[in-house]
């Protein structure tokens, strides 16, 4: 049996992991616009593992302009049912070093769409309209125009979650394997003020663009997990300012650590999807 393949999120970089044979460039159209880029199709072994750089290969889209439901859906038409996003975070319990595996989630979002089904004002495409014995719940909502209120009781696929977690233990990362990342509108960095709310509610790292991907990816029935790399701490809480180097550099001291926890992930995947993500659309529609 063929293996399902899997789709990452991040930045550029990740898809340079020993073992892994990059295929081509695929430009994916979407009901609502462009990807942030050509998905990168490689191979790991058997399995194809798909890369998009989540604000470009040149990062010249900030968070707020993100298309994040083209980039979800691409994923979808390329076959995706489990998508992992790593993102770099400030930190807020964590320090700055540290790898989180969130479990829940904060979402101060103002301007994003935080959802594919839009009722009647849905967009339009023939996407939706193929043969009944085709269509899924997804394109069944999505022709219709319906209006869907998912559950995010467990925003994040625990399945994937503890591959990732297994996959750290099993190649020596150390890895909270639990948080809470708390989702500001961006682009601009968080005042101290703001951080001490998030920390007085529960908040351990904060972030721009993870929760928006869990949210859309569970509308369309994929699993989604997240990584995050504690690049910084948050405002506030240190006594320097905040710089895009000191993330940058944070980021690329990690990011060997991520790739090997990656590579492990793909090496005990497991096709079988036994969460509830898989019908995240049952009883949800209205």
Known sequence: MEK???????????????????IEHVKVDTPWGEPSDEYVK???????????PRHGRNHDIPPHRVNYRANIWGFRKLGVERIIGVSAVGGITKKPGDIV?????????KQRPLTFYEGKYTVKSEEFDIPAEEQDRVLLALFHGKVVHIDVSRPFCPQTR????????????????????????GPRLETPAEIQFLKTIGADVVGMTMTTEAVLARELELCYAGINVVTNWAAGISTHKLTTEEVVATMRENTEKVKKILVRAFETWQDERLCLCKDALKGTVM
Not at 162 to 185: K, Q, S, W
């Open 4 to 22: 399902k393949p899997i789709g990452i999120i991040g930045g550029s970089g990740l898809y340079n992991l020993e073992g892994l044979e990059v």
């Open 42 to 52: 490689t191979r790991y072994g058997e399995r194809v593992i798909y890369f998009l």
């Open 101 to 109: 595996i969130p479990d829940n989630f904060l979402d101060f979002s």
């Open 162 to 185: 503890e591959i990732l977690i297994r996959a750290a233990g099993d190649v020596y990362v150390d890895v909270y394997p639990h948080g809470t990342y708390a989702l500001m509108e």
